[in-house]
């Protein structure tokens, strides 16, 4: 389900977030991103988001979120619900790293980061960055290796803050604002 449909609904959100703190801080949040201009704030509640491979094990250490929060594996047909919901949105994020030490740089030392990888300016990095996927992007994204989507997934700088910074994934945007179980299936370890 979407942050903005568990944030509507109290028992619901009971379930997510057990306490009135987290409750609060939850539908705070969720509100924040709802009225946010990006794209990838604003899609961020709207849909779950989703992975295109397992995970590179070796970035998910136990501070990790998906460790911290026993997160569940699932597996997702996108071609059925894509048939039977047509106005679903897969919006990728991630899809283009971005350097770890950005912080520390210069606006300078930025823009020829960019220049060095291709980019003529940020709007075209924000673009290739983040943006409504196909079906047959989707498909080649699921080919790459866990290993290779996880590499610019920095432990040091991204575990316990970050859930998949530097990691191809993905919004699936239903308009119910949750993916039906019927296209659901769970992965047993």
Not at 18 to 33: G, I, L, Q, S, Y
Not at 143 to 170: C, D, L, Q
């Amino acid at each position: 389900m979407s942050g903005e449909k568990i944030a509507n609904d109290q028992e619901l959100l009971k379930k997510a977030r057990p306490t009135k703190e987290a409750r609060t801080a939850f539908v705070d949040n969720v509100k924040k991103k709802l009225a946010s201009k990006r794209l990838a704030d604003n899609f961020s509640v709207r849909g779950p988001s989703v992975f295109f491979t397992e995970v590179d094990e070796a970035k998910v250490t136990e501070d990790h979120f998906i460790k911290k929060w026993r997160l569940e594996r699932v597996r997702i047909n996108l071609t059925k619900l894509l048939a039977e919901m047509p106005d679903t949105i897969i919006y990728g994020v991630e899809l283009v790293p971005y350097p770890n030490n950005a912080a520390e740089m210069s606006d300078e030392d930025f823009e020829a980061y960019l220049a060095q990888q291709g980019f003529k300016d940020f709007d075209a990095f924000r673009a290739a960055k983040q943006r409504p996927l196909t079906l047959a992007e989707v498909r080649a994204y699921t080919k790459r290796t866990p290993k290779s989507m996880w590499k610019h997934y920095s432990v040091e700088h991204h575990t316990g803050r970050f859930y998949a910074a530097n990691v191809p994934h993905a919004f699936i945007i239903t308009p119910t604002g949750q993916i039906p179980f019927k296209y659901i299936e769970f992965i047993n370890d």
